[in-house]
């Protein structure tokens, strides 16, 4: 799921815990949904991370946003799965 699709579906309160928890705004989250900025690699994993944790919750209305989406360069990660 896209980062912008996944802020429109998700609740001011979902969407402040994801800022709240990647010690950020919900300003910021919007300008890297709307592409202006991009996240750091740090960033983008904790944002992997804690928007699986607010999709679980959510009984199946939100998805994780995969973490390649986030940077400008998403060739840095490499996942375990692939080959």
């Known amino acids: 799921m896209e980062l912008k699709n996944f802020l429109r579906a998700a609740s ?3 969407r402040a815990e994801v800022a ?3 010690n950020d705004s919900v300003a910021y ?3 890297l949904a709307g592409r202006h900025r991009y996240a750091s690699a740090l ?3 904790r944002l992997e991370a804690r928007t699986r944790e607010v999709a679980a919750c959510s009984g199946g209305r939100l998805a994780t946003v995969p973490r390649e989406t986030l940077v ?3 060739e840095i990660f490499e ?3 692939e080959p």
């Open 12 to 14: 001011k309160h979902e």
């Open 20 to 22: 709240i928890e990647c």
């Open 29 to 31: 989250l919007d300008q």
């Open 43 to 45: 960033m983008a994993a």
């Open 72 to 74: 400008r360069h998403p």
């Open 79 to 81: 996942r375990a799965d």
